[in-house]
C-alpha cells in the first residue's frame, strides 16, 4: 500500500516548457486535488476530482489542466509555465469521512 | 467568506513545557475540522478529524478539541520530534469536500 505517488519530486522548467506532475493512488479513493504552496500563501486548491471522468476548478486554476481517467491517476499539466508557477504542489486523495492522505510534493523550479 | 486563522504563527518551547495551538475559523455551516503536521520538504500528514462542538481526540502528546469558533491542539510534555508546522484546515457543509487551509503554526522543541 504505497499511498499516494507523486512524481518527479523535483523539476526545473524553462518559461514556455510545458510538463505533467503525476499523481497516483492506491487507495481507491474517489475524490483527488492539487494543492501549491507557497511562503505565506499556504495551501491553495488548483483542482479536484470527485471520481472518474469529473473534473473542477479550485481557487487558482489559471494556467493548469487535469483529466481523470481513471480512479488511481490524476495528472496536473502545466501548459506554458511561467516564473509564477515555482512553488511546491501536492497531490491529495481522500474517501467520505477521512482525512485527506497527501503525496511527498514536487518543487517545481520555473526559470 | 469562510476563513481559518492559526495563531501564533510561530512558537518556541523547551522540552517537556506544555502548550496550546488555536485555530479560529467563520464557516457558514461545519462539516468537519482537520488538524496536520507537515515536516519539512514532506506532505501534510493527517492527524485529527473534529466535527461538533465539545469532540476532542487524542494521540500521543497531543489532544485536539473543537469549539463552535475555534480549535486547539494542545501538546503536553513536547520532545524535539514534535517539532513541526501544525496545519488546521476546515470543511464547510455543501462545499464538495473542499478545504479551507489555515497558515500554519511553526512548532519548535528544543532539548
Known amino acids: 500500500n504505497a499511498g499516494v505517488t507523486q512524481t518527479p519530486k523535483f523539476q526545473v522548467l524553462k518559461t514556455g516548457q510545458s510538463m505533467t506532475l503525476q499523481c497516483a493512488q492506491d487507495?481507491?479513493?474517489?475524490?483527488m486535488s492539487w494543492y501549491r504552496q507557497d511562503p505565506g500563501m499556504g495551501l491553495r486548491l488548483i483542482h479536484y476530482?470527485?471520481?472518474?471522468?469529473?473534473?473542477d476548478q479550485g481557487e487558482v486554476p489559471n494556467g493548469y489542466n487535469v483529466s481523470r481517467s481513471t480512479t488511481e491517476d490524476f495528472p496536473l499539466r502545466l501548459l506554458s509555465a511561467a516564473p509564477s508557477q515555482t512553488s511546491v504542489y501536492f497531490c491529495?486523495?481522500?474517501?467520505?469521512?477521512?482525512?485527506?492522505?497527501f503525496g511527498s510534493g514536487t518543487r517545481l523550479t520555473v526559470v | 467568506e469562510d476563513q481559518v486563522t492559526q495563531s501564533p504563527e510561530a512558537l518556541r518551547l523547551q522540552e517537556g513545557e506544555s502548550s496550546s495551538l488555536n485555530c479560529s475559523y467563520t464557516?457558514?455551516?461545519?462539516?468537519?475540522l482537520f488538524w496536520y503536521r507537515q515536516d519539512p520538504g514532506k506532505g501534510p500528514e493527517f492527524l485529527f478529524t473534529?466535527?461538533?462542538?465539545?469532540e476532542e481526540k487524542e494521540k500521543e502528546r497531543l489532544k485536539a478539541t473543537l469549539t463552535k469558533k475555534e480549535s486547539f491542539l494542545h501538546i503536553t510534555a513536547p520532545k524535539p520530534e514534535d517539532s513541526a508546522t501544525y496545519l488546521c484546515?476546515?470543511?464547510?457543509?455543501?462545499?464538495?469536500?473542499?478545504?479551507?487551509w489555515g497558515l500554519g503554526t511553526s512548532l519548535a522543541v528544543n532539548p
Open positions: 464557516v457558514s455551516g461545519l462539516r468537519g
Open positions: 487507495m481507491n479513493h474517489e475524490y
Open positions: 473534529l466535527y461538533s462542538a465539545g
Open positions: 476530482s470527485v471520481g472518474a471522468g469529473i473534473t
Open positions: 484546515a476546515v470543511q464547510a457543509t455543501g462545499n464538495n469536500r473542499k478545504l479551507i
Open positions: 491529495a486523495s481522500t474517501r467520505q469521512g477521512w482525512g485527506y492522505t
